[in-house]
């Protein structure tokens, strides 16, 4: 099927299980921050098996093919695999400077990083378990790890700390491969924010973190979650570079940088998860919308390696916003189908899929 539909990562948690009102005050966590969950400790895993399952049935009934977790029982996309490793100081947290350039408190790395065991693989159990469809599961990558840490080990140097952050991303994408995954998505948005020095070991880093792995695998770069990050630049400062990854997939945001689409030609043989789904305003997307934003990608993307996904985590829009945005991602999807099979066919508009 030519565009199959996937969100990049998270839906919308709960008001019942998250306090909303203090995530969205805030940069996502780099440390824990149990203090923005609702429900009592004892029953805190109870709670996010059950907004887990809203998560997966929100998906199934907005015609998705590919369906994750919605990163529900996270604080953010990175904190809980960063803060679950050997190596890091979790009593006294560093300080580090986020993406809009303010100090963020931070996982300390005093000691070699090691993965001590599965961090993600029982979440994908659960969510092979709920579901027929294909599944994908997300993990923070090295690079951006790296930049979200202190390094008070490896001589401060954050290309090293980000080798080894590489080998523990490794086991854990092997382990959810073998836990029933399609398909394992390495989130590293830092390679945005940080060109220079993703250029200097980011790439190698991601590589490492892929070295030998036969699943199916994406790379997500983005400008930032909107809710946070309201400018966004036309094009991105790191992106042909990922030609050399070893990812099958590479994920992008189209919609709310208006990005010119022919940046694509310069990923040849990578399959482009395409964002289509403007997640800085609540306004739900019309169908023919969300195809328009297709159509710019088809004079530079074969249709078959083109999948269909928001621009980047939905977790801090209201939960209606969010299913009404992937009603119409799915049925622009469908609109954009239509149309290439009607014009294989000779058949005109009328044609079905």
């Not at 803060?83 to 580090?96: M, S, Y």
């Not at 991105?236 to 940046?263: H, W």
């Not at 800085?280 to 710019?296: L, Q």
Request: include cysteine; glycine fraction near 8%.
């Amino acid at each position: 099927m030519l565009f199959p539909t996937t969100l990049v990562g998270s839906y919308p948690q709960p008001e019942w299980l998250i306090d909303r009102e203090r995530l969205a005050g805030r940069f996502p966590p780099r440390v824990r921050a149990r203090e923005l969950w609702r429900v009592p400790e004892a029953f805190l895993a109870q709670a996010q098996d059950d907004a887990t399952i809203m998560a997966i049935k929100a998906q199934e009934d907005a015609g998705l093919d590919i369906i994750t977790d919605g990163e529900i029982r996270r604080e953010s996309y990175s904190n809980l695999f960063a803060t679950a490793l050997d190596g890091i100081d979790l009593d006294n947290p560093g300080t580090a400077l986020d993406r809009s350039g303010h100090p963020n408190p931070v996982p300390r790395v005093i000691a070699p990083i090691r993965r001590r065991h599965a961090v993600g693989v029982r979440d994908l159990e659960f969510l092979r378990s709920h579901t027929q469809r294909h599944v994908k599961a997300t993990v923070p990558g090295p690079f951006t790890m790296a930049q979200q840490a202190q390094i008070d080990y490896y001589g401060g140097s954050r290309e090293h700390a980000a080798m080894d952050y590489a080998a523990a991303v490794n086991e854990e994408i092997r382990d959810l491969f073998d836990a029933g995954a399609d398909v394992v998505q390495i989130d590293e948005p830092y390679m945005q924010a940080r060109p220079e020095e993703a250029r200097a070991f980011g790439l190698r880093a991601v590589n490492r973190a892929l070295e030998g792995i036969s699943g199916v695998t994406a790379v997500h770069i983005c400008f930032g979650y909107a809710a946070i990050i309201h400018v966004r630049p036309s094009g991105y400062s790191f992106l042909p570079e990922l030609a050399e990854c070893r990812c099958a997939q590479v994920s992008i945001e189209t919609a709310q940088s208006s990005l010119d689409c022919a940046v694509l030609q310069a990923l040849p043989g990578k399959k482009i998860i395409l964002g289509v789904i403007d997640l800085g305003t609540h306004a739900i997307e019309t169908p023919e919308g969300v195809a328009n934003r297709i159509r710019r990608a088809l004079p530079f993307v074969d249709p078959a390696n083109l999948l269909v996904a928001p621009d980047c985590g939905m977790k801090y829009l209201p939960r209606e916003v969010a299913f009404g945005k992937l009603q119409a991602m799915v049925a622009g999807a469908q609109l954009v189908r239509r149309e290439l099979a009607a014009a294989r066919t000779g058949q005109g508009g009328g044609a079905k899929s």
